[in-house]
């Protein structure tokens, strides 16, 4: 299978060239996509660089992580490659990890794999105590708006994917700055993609990261609440209607009677000075405990949805590593 690395640089000058060269050999094609750096980062790859793998694409304007990584995707397609691994430019990502995230996709075994810093608590090493807080309260969350109950550290941006997935994905619609990742792992829930966590460790050097966990931390968390509504809305109203959407429904109805018939007595109770009977609170108790079971009984049946038949196998054809389906959306 053809290998490509899509690398997006942004005021990493320092590194590019170091993580160009640790890039192992079996690797077809490396696409350097400048994402408008003030550091000039691609002409310095142009200048310097004579690895013949090498292709570098500049943008005119800064689109953020997730834009430059869909200009390197978009290159990969073009030039008809199998899977694509994205390693950032400021050397955080051992480039000698790349055939770990390639080998459970060329198996068959998954359609994207990503990188786990959380897998052994040896890998937490050196990560900053800030971003350490701030990935562990988003994997949970992540949990709940991607459907991929068994993955952790969704904003890890070391990542590999099946051409074949790829072509299926609506790249235009995909986030362009930080929540590019989360956002990924949302779209292959929907397509019913198979995801791979890859232990890895957490490298902190001498890197310069614009990244603010204090700023992105609350707008991820609406981000991610917006993803849990639409993937429930698209996965069991509109596309399916199964168990699952009837446990949510019933739970949501029968909270919502206890709440309002509670909170009517409640208020009653305030206004004339009489407490409420035993039998009124177990009315508006009893509908509320049931709710809640039925919306545990939800999360079960999500967790147990979570993809397991790689989309690949049906996407390709295994013999000869075309696509099936060659139309990009």
Request: proline share 6%.
């Amino acid at each position: 299978m053809k290998l490509a690395v899509a690398i997006p640089c942004y005021k990493v000058r320092a590194q590019i060239l170091g993580v160009i060269a640790a890039i192992p050999p079996s690797v077809q094609r490396i696409y350097v996509v400048d994402d408008c750096c003030p550091q000039e980062s691609g002409k310095l790859v142009q200048d310097q660089c004579t690895d013949p793998r090498v292709r570098v694409i500049f943008h005119e304007q800064n689109q953020g992580v997730g834009g430059a990584v869909r200009t390197g995707y978009r290159a990969a397609l073009e030039e008809d490659m199998h899977i694509v691994v994205k390693v950032d430019g400021d050397g955080q990502m051992d480039p000698a990890l790349i055939p770990h995230f390639t080998r459970a996709i060329e198996r068959g075994k998954a359609d994207y794999t990503k990188g786990n810093r959380f897998y052994r608590p040896e890998s937490l090493k050196g990560m900053p105590p800030i971003r350490l807080f701030g990935n562990a309260a988003l994997s949970f969350v992540n949990k709940l708006s991607t459907g991929y109950w068994s993955i952790m550290d969704p904003t890890n941006g070391y990542t590999a994917i099946h051409t074949a997935v790829l072509r299926e994905l609506p790249l235009h619609k995909l986030e362009q700055r930080y929540f590019f990742e989360s956002d990924m792992l949302y779209h292959l829930n929907t397509m019913r993609a198979v995801v791979h966590d890859v232990p890895m460790d957490s490298v902190y050097a001498d890197e310069e990261s614009s990244l603010r966990v204090s700023k992105v931390l609350p707008e991820f968390l609406v981000k991610h609440i917006n993803r849990f509504f639409k993937r429930y809305v698209y996965l069991y109203l509109l596309r399916d209607f199964n168990l699952g959407s009837l446990y949510s429904l019933l739970g949501l109805l029968l909270c919502a009677v206890g709440v309002l018939f509670g909170g009517w007595q409640w208020w009653r109770s305030s206004m004339t000075g009489l407490p409420a009977s035993s039998g009124t609170v177990m009315v508006a108790a009893l509908p509320l405990i049931i709710g809640i079971q039925f919306l545990i009984a939800f999360l079960h049946h999500d967790v147990e949805r979570v993809p397991t038949e790689p989309l690949s196998l049906d996407l390709t054809d295994v013999e000869t590593g075309a696509s099936a389906n060659p139309i990009e959306r």
